[in-house]
C-alpha cells in the first residue's frame, strides 16, 4: 500500500484504508480534513457530548461555586452547576424535570444546604434533611457512576479532653445544622448501599479561599484589618480550629474520582491554630499597624451552646488513602488569600 496523501488524512492525521481496487472507502464529500475550521468545531461538540457529565448541586454557594470554576477548568468532564434558582431540591418534582439529563455514567457531587452561618433553626434542619431525601429518590431511580457529598466536622460535637478527631469518632451533634448532616449522612449513605452506588462523605472543617465572603472566620477577620485597621476576636481567641483552603477540596475530589473511593473522610489539615495565632498571620502579611482586640462573645454565652476549646484530627487515614494529596498550609493559604482580597478589593 503506497504513502498516503495529505487529502487522504482525516482530522487525526490517521492514514484512511482503501479499497482493494484503490478507492477510498470513505466517501470525500464526507471527509473530514485536517485544518477546516468547521470540522474542527463539529469535533469538539461530538467530543463534548461524548464526556461524562459532573453535576454540582450548589453551584451558586462559595464551594460549589469553586468546583464549578475548577472543574471547568480542567475539561476531562462536562461540568453542569444547579443552583436553588434553577433546580429546587426541596421540590421532588423539581429534582426530577431538572436532573432527568443525568445518566448512569455521570457524577453528582451535592454541596448544596442551607449552613449555620445562614440560619441554624428547626425549619433549616427540617429543609436540609428534605433536599437529601429528594436526592436520594432521585438517585435510588436514577443511578449513577459516583455521589459525593459535603458534610461538616461538626456532626462530632463536643469532644472532651480535646481529644483527636477521627473517622471512627463517634457522632455527637449538638445543633440544628449538624442534626440535619448527620441525618442527610444518613439518608443518602443508605440509598447508595442500597442501590451499588460508591459513595464519598467529605466531613469538613472550616473553609476559607476565594469567594467565601461573609461565610468564613478568616474572611472576617481579613475584611476587618483592611477595612478597619484592627482585628475584633470574640471571646479570648484560645479557640483552636484546623482550617482547609476551598482549592484542596477540588484536588482531593478529582482524585477521589479516579478510584471512586468510597468511604467517610474527614478533610483537614491535621495542624490546629488558635484564632489570635491566625489573627497574628494575618497581621504579619499585611503592611499597615493592625490592632488587635478582644471582645466578650455575649451571645454565645446567653444561648447557652456550649463550644469545643479545640479541634484537632487525626488525618491517617486521609493520608492513607491520598499519600500523594499535598494540602496547602495555612501559612501559604493565607497569603494567596491575602493577594487575591486585595486584586479584587475583597473577595
Known amino acids: 500500500m503506497g504513502k498516503s496523501t495529505k487529502k487522504e488524512q482525516g482530522i487525526t492525521g490517521q492514514r484512511i484504508i ?23 468545531n463539529i469535533c469538539k461538540i461530538l467530543i463534548q457530548k461524548m464526556k461524562n457529565k459532573i453535576i454540582i448541586l450548589g453551584s451558586s454557594g462559595f464551594i460549589g461555586n469553586q468546583l464549578l470554576k475548577q472543574f471547568s477548568k480542567d475539561g476531562k468532564f462536562k461540568v453542569i452547576g ?34 449555620r452561618s445562614n440560619e441554624n433553626s428547626f425549619a433549616a434542619m427540617l429543609q436540609n434533611i428534605t433536599m437529601a431525601e429528594n436526592v ?12 459525593i457529598f459535603l458534610s461538616t466536622i461538626e456532626v462530632y460535637g463536643i469532644q472532651k479532653n480535646n481529644k483527636e478527631i477521627n473517622e471512627k469518632t463517634m457522632s455527637n451533634p449538638n445543633n440544628y445544622y449538624s442534626i440535619s448532616k448527620i441525618s442527610s449522612e444518613f439518608l443518602i449513605r ?109 451571645i454565645v454565652k446567653n444561648s447557652g451552646v456550649k463550644i469545643t476549646k479545640e479541634l484537632n484530627f487525626d488525618i491517617s487515614l486521609l493520608n492513607k488513602i491520598f499519600p500523594e494529596l499535598k494540602l496547602t498550609r495555612l501559612e501559604d493559604g493565607l497569603k494567596n ?11
Not at 139 to 145: L, P, W
Open 82 to 115: 444547579y443552583s436553588s434558582r434553577n433546580c429546587n431540591l426541596l421540590s421532588m418534582q423539581s429534582v426530577l424535570d431538572k436532573l432527568s439529563i443525568v445518566k448512569q455514567e455521570d457524577i453528582i457531587i451535592m454541596t448544596s444546604a442551607i449552613t
Open 190 to 298: 443508605t440509598c447508595c448501599k442500597i442501590n451499588n452506588i460508591p459513595l464519598l462523605i467529605l466531613r469538613l472543617p472550616g473553609v476559607y479561599g476565594s469567594g467565601d465572603k461573609d461565610k468564613s472566620t478568616i474572611y472576617n477577620i481579613v475584611n476587618s484589618a483592611i477595612s478597619k485597621e484592627k482585628i475584633t476576636i470574640l471571646g479570648d481567641g484560645e479557640v483552636k480550629r484546623d482550617y482547609i483552603y476551598v482549592e484542596d477540596i477540588y484536588k482531593l475530589i478529582k482524585n477521589a474520582i479516579r478510584n471512586r473511593t468510597d468511604l467517610i473522610l474527614n478533610l483537614a489539615t491535621g495542624r490546629s491554630f488558635r484564632i489570635v495565632d491566625i489573627a497574628k498571620k494575618i497581621k504579619s502579611n499585611l503592611s499597615k499597624d493592625i490592632k488587635i482586640e478582644f471582645k466578650h462573645d455575649d
Open 337 to 347: 488569600y491575602i493577594l487575591d482580597f486585595n486584586k479584587k478589593g475583597g473577595l
Open 136 to 147: 436520594s429518590q432521585f438517585i435510588k431511580k436514577n443511578k449513577v457512576k459516583y455521589f
Open 18 to 40: 482503501k479499497h482493494p481496487k484503490g478507492k477510498a472507502l470513505a466517501n470525500k464529500k464526507l471527509m473530514w480534513r485536517r485544518g477546516n475550521p468547521k470540522h474542527i
